[in-house]
């Protein structure tokens, strides 16, 4: 199983950015999947939740209405797309499958992790 996540970068605040997870090895339409981030000297923090059967979504408080997670079973990739982004939101994105029939949104429940991918917003 792996997870490859890519389009991160360098945006400064206010811009978009959307960061892809292209899975080989198992098929995200029967995993859950999020997104995670990590800033240094931080704990890894989930941003984006999406179901097995993407019936639903959950977003923390500090994301909810500026990021989407999406995805695209055809391609077996799972998108983030991030509008108006903070110098707070700089972090490493990963992504992460799991098995878990509700919404993992903690690091334990995920059972697949992709590398994780550099997002640094300048203001």
């Known amino acids: 199983v792996q997870l490859q996540a890519s389009g991160g970068g360098l945006v400064q605040a206010g811009g978009s950015l959307r960061l892809s997870c292209a899975a080989s090895?198992?098929?995200?339409?029967?995993?859950?999947v999020a997104w995670f981030r990590q800033a240094p000297g931080k704990e890894r923090e989930v941003v984006a939740v999406i179901t097995w059967n993407g019936g639903y979504t959950y977003y923390p408080v500090s994301v909810k209405g500026r990021f989407t997670i999406s995805t695209d079973n055809a391609k077996n990739t799972v998108y983030l797309q991030m509008n108006s982004l903070k110098p707070e939101d700089t972090a490493d994105y990963y992504c992460?499958?799991?098995?878990?029939?509700?919404?993992?949104?903690?690091?334990?429940?995920?059972?697949?992790w992709g590398k994780g991918t550099q997002v640094t917003v300048s203001s």
């Open positions: 992460a499958a799991s098995r878990f029939r509700g919404l993992p949104t903690t690091p334990g429940l995920m059972d697949h």
């Open positions: 090895g198992l098929t995200f339409s029967t995993y859950a």
